[in-house]
């Protein structure tokens, strides 16, 4: 096992630049997510680790060693793909155990493990399969028991789950998680989706345009965002943005287009007048008899364990996401709350955190 370093890491195609100086430290045995939208630079910079992109400037060290100029087969990783990459012609025993008959070793290590593997992957029935006998899980199994049969010092994985049906990345997310516990080596995985971020890493990079624009735990990144991008991105539905302007009297209240005001918690920096963002989660919004703000129901989800709504408030229309179930309608006026404390604020000029 190793840690991954990037200091000042830049990619150029030509005169465009993807990556913008990234600073990472990825500790020894950490399982770390890369999330972003598409084009973030996510993926190229997991290929850049992986030595198979070169790097315009900077260093990544894998340990101690400096690896710009060292061939992806001298890097001592392991990639497990999207495309599973598996070889057609190859049963399952051949294509979990090529990488060491490439290099040489003795049948019987070989042998030895790819069994092992095999037997943690719940593959050993499997062993004699070509890869269109299988199923789409057994086939991404597969490419992961390649991987470990290497031993390396580091698992580069990118996006592996996306070609998976929604229940078996479920499966399967539990299964990569069990999997580094197990093994404790060090992991950076690239993903789109923000929950399989939240559900495996230890920590999370959210990327956006090659910049970097916040590294944390999981729940540091919801309950603290830095920005607007990183509130809006991280969580499931997504969080509500609203305009406001502050009110200061002997409270301080935001309020909003439609005029309703919105209560803010005492002791931040601002001043009757300030233009703000108000960022409420949906779950941090409850449906409430005697609540003191007023919506209308556009559209209604049950979902068993828990309803989502959508309604129209100040004069836009927000997610409200509660437990259980309701009698609520599409074009009834309900009665909101929220927690003071709930609201996050937002520079509406820079997009950053208030606070």
Known sequence: ??????????????????????????????????????????????????????????????????VNDVAPKDRDIAMVFQSYALYPHMDVSSN?????????????????????????????????????????????????????????????????????????????????????????????????DQIEAMTMADRIVVMHDGYVQQVGHPLELYDRPINTFVAGFIGSPGMNF??????????????????????????????????????????????ADDGPLKAEVEVVEPLGLSTQFYVRFADQQICVFVMGRSNVRPGDTVRLSADPAAPHLFDPATGNRIG
Do not use: W
């Not at 973030?40 to 850049?48: A, D, E, I, Q, Y």
């Not at 005029?259 to 449906?287: A, M, N, W, Y």
């Open 1 to 66: 096992m190793a840690s991954v370093t990037l200091q000042n890491v830049e990619k150029d195609y030509g005169s465009l630049r993807i990556l913008h100086g990234v600073d990472l430290e990825i500790a020894d045995g950490e399982f770390v997510v890369l999330v972003g939208p598409s084009g973030c630079g996510k993926s190229t910079l997991l290929r850049m680790i992986a030595g198979l992109e070169e790097v315009s400037g900077g260093e990544i060290r894998i340990g101690e060693r400096l």
């Open 242 to 287: 609203l305009p406001a302007t502050v009110a200061k009297g002997g409270k301080v209240d935001a309020v909003l287009a439609d005029g309703q005001k919105l209560r803010l918690p005492d002791g931040l920096p601002l001043k009757d007048g300030d233009k703000l963002t108000v960022g409420l989660r949906p779950e941090h919004i409850q449906l």
């Open 96 to 192: 979990m155990g090529f990488s060491l008959l490439l290099k040489k070793a003795e049948k019987t290590t070989i042998d030895g493990r790819v069994g092992a593997a095999a037997k943690r992957l719940g593959l050993d029935s499997f062993l004699g399969r070509l890869p269109r006998q299988l199923s789409g899980g057994q086939r991404q199994r597969v490419a992961m028991g390649r991987a470990i049969v290497r031993d390396p010092k580091v698992f580069l994985f990118d996006e592996p789950l996306s070609n998976l049906d929604a229940k078996l990345r479920v499966h399967m997310r539990a299964e990569i998680k069990a999997l580094h516990q197990q093994l404790k080596t060090t992991s950076v995985y690239v993903t789109h």
